[in-house]
């Protein structure tokens, strides 16, 4: 009678040792990803609610909030797309202008203040496109599109 006790209590214990390994490994991935966050060469490391790149590879169409958290950043700061996605840019609305510039000076929108305004661009080329905001690129208003 004491061998389905053992056997019960094997499976119990393998089954929380299971369990730990497998909540361990998440806790060790998602620290290991904050605390490795890349910052391009530097762009991202005055960005205001720069928190890592947000995978976005499995969409066709991304859109990054211009004007967010106190109006002087993009949500998402840095966003990993796939070649041929559109991202689009949508005003926050309120305070001052924005606008969203590739650091290279391949594209530039128009200044806006409206809520809803937009700005689309597709990425056919992989790479890393550098933009910001450029009245407000002192304070940290940049962003990353990583196109894979």
């Not at 056997?7 to 497998?22: E, G, P, Q």
């Not at 998602?30 to 590879?57: E, I, M, P, Q």
């Not at 924005?98 to 790479?127: I, K």
């Amino acid at each position: 009678m004491t061998e389905p006790t053992d056997t019960t209590r094997r499976a119990v214990l393998s089954s929380v040792a299971l369990s730990v390994a497998m909540l361990a490994g998440c806790v060790e991935t998602r620290t290991r990803s904050k605390s490795g966050r890349a910052d391009f060469d530097g762009w991202l490391s005055n960005a205001d609610g720069y928190d890592g790149v947000v995978d976005a590879t499995d969409r066709s169409l991304v859109t990054v909030t211009v004007g967010s958290n106190r109006g002087l950043s993009f949500d998402p700061v840095a966003v990993r797309v796939g070649v041929g996605t559109t991202v689009r840019w949508e005003w926050a609305g309120g305070g001052s202008a924005h606008n969203v510039a590739a650091g290279d000076g391949s594209f530039e929108s128009a200044y806006h203040t409206e809520r809803g305004a937009m700005f689309e661009r597709a990425f056919d080329e992989p790479g890393t496109v550098k933009y910001l905001c450029v009245p407000h690129e002192y304070a940290g208003m940049k962003g990353v599109v990583e196109v894979v």
